[in-house]
């Protein structure tokens, strides 16, 4: 084959795959105003998780409960209505592949009350070593602990229902552990 054509066949066949990939990166734009450029989130009036480097089946399942309204939040809702199914795997894909940032926590002193409050429910036999997560297990190691905070209170108040298993821990737990195991996990 000449080697123009070639070179035109290639072209064909890669254009759609560089077409979806920039829309992907497009529609991630959005998420960046929330989220940060770079995975830090920028100060805002509202908590807002790290999502980079973050657990790709645990990324997707929370985009398909705020899609179902199984998972609500007054700024996450709108943003998933305009996405579709297949939209939310390859977000889940591009931002589970990004390295997790550092937040630079300021060094906290652990409450004696969060390792505690960790020992007593073995919080890492389901978050795995380190709290990293694995799979649809998130994970915590690191996370804005002001966004720790509030969803832990959210499961426990049931504001955030998408877990029983979970809101069923922290009807165990004081508001004073919460804000300890915030620390200890943001702080790691
Ligand atoms: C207007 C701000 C805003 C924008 C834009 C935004 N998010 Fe969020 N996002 C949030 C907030 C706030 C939360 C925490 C919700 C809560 O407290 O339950 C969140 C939570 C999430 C979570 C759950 C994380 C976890 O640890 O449970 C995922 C996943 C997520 N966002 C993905 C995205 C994606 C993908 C986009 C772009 C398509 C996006 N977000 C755009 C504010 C935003
Ligand atoms: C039996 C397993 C299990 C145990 C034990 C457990 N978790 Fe979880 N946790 C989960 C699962 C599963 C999720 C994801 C829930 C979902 O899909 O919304 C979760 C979610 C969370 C989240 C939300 C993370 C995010 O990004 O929004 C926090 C925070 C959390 N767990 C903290 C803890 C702490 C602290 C402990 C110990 C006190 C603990 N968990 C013990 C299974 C567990």
């Known amino acids: 084959?000449?080697?123009?054509?070639?070179a035109v066949v290639l072209l064909v066949v890669a254009l759609p795959f560089a077409a979806?990939?920039?829309s992907i990166a497009e529609k991630a734009q959005i998420c960046a105003a929330c989220h940060g450029d770079?995975?830090?989130p920028p100060?805002?009036?509202f908590?807002?998780?790290?999502?980079?480097g973050q657990q790709l089946g645990y990324l997707f399942f929370q985009l398909c409960d705020f899609k179902s309204g199984a998972r609500k939040n007054e700024q996450m809702t709108p943003i998933v209505q305009g996405l579709e199914r297949k939209d939310l795997?390859?977000?889940a894909q591009y931002f589970?592949?990004?390295?997790w940032p550092d937040l630079q926590p300021p060094r906290v002193h652990v409450a004696v009350q969060a390792q505690r409050a960790n020992a007593s429910v073995a919080c890492a036999s389901c978050h795995q070593e380190e709290f990293k997560g694995e799979g649809m297990l998130p994970r915590l190691a690191g996370q804005n602990d002001a966004y720790?905070?509030?969803t832990m209170t959210d499961f426990r108040t049931g504001a955030r229902g998408n877990n029983p298993g979970m809101t069923d821990l922290m009807r165990t737990m004081s508001d004073n552990d919460i804000a300890a195991l915030a620390s200890l996990l943001g702080g790691m």
């Open 38 to 40: 770079d995975g830090v």
């Open 47 to 52: 908590p807002v998780p790290v999502i980079w």
């Open 1 to 6: 084959m000449h080697r123009f054509s070639i």
């Open 89 to 91: 795997m390859a977000l």
């Open 148 to 150: 720790l905070r509030k």
């Open 43 to 45: 100060r805002q009036s």
């Open 20 to 22: 979806s990939a920039q």
């Open 96 to 99: 589970s592949a990004k390295p």
